[in-house]
């Protein structure tokens, strides 16, 4: 028999899917092209710095996020080969599907929680008005939960389905910064 499953931060809905990827921009236009996914809204030089593996890092990646549904998407592109989460130990991209995320308003408190159920912890990093851990289970390598604490972030994905929702197809790439 099966027990229960721990009631946690993450047993709430899956906010995010992510996905490393190669070469960002093509990724983004075979999104659109092949899926109709969009508009993507497009993130250079995220800075995240943290321990991975209990080694300090610093991982800079580009993202784009776009949504499906209620599900944001986010595509990862590694920009510096330094140890984290999104390359192998040669420094190559860990391509493909790479983790599901959920939002919290207390990233230690579900770290907390997510090591009571045999989680540990993978990386955990901060950047600017973001703090995410990720996990794994010693029992299902390859996995990967994500924990995000970000002020506005429950509301920037309730804008960005809505944008998905009413976008007619046209300007599908959205540059911040």
């Not at 490393?20 to 659109?32: C, I, N």
Request: net charge negative.
């Amino acid at each position: 028999m099966t027990a229960a499953p721990q009631q946690g931060p993450g047993s709430g809905p899956i906010v995010q899917v992510g996905y490393v990827v190669a070469d960002l921009d093509a990724s983004v236009e075979s999104w659109v092209r092949r899926t109709g996914t969009g508009p993507w809204t497009v993130i250079r030089n995220v800075t995240l710095r943290g321990p991975y593996r209990g080694e300090d890092t610093e991982v800079v990646i580009d993202v784009a996020l776009g949504y499906s549904g209620q599900t944001q998407i986010e595509l990862i592109q590694p920009t510096i080969g330094e140890p984290s989460p999104y390359v192998d130990d040669a420094g190559a991209p860990l391509l493909g599907p790479h983790h599901v995320a959920w939002c919290t308003d207390d990233l230690d408190a579900s770290i907390a929680a997510a090591l009571a159920t045999g989680l540990e912890v993978l990386f955990a990093g901060e950047g600017i008005g973001t703090r995410v851990a990720y996990l794994q289970s010693p029992d299902q390598p390859g996995v990967i939960y994500e924990y995000i604490q970000m002020a506005g972030m429950r509301d920037m994905i309730a804008a960005g389905v809505e944008q998905a929702r009413v976008w007619g197809g046209t300007d599908p790439i959205r540059v911040i910064g």
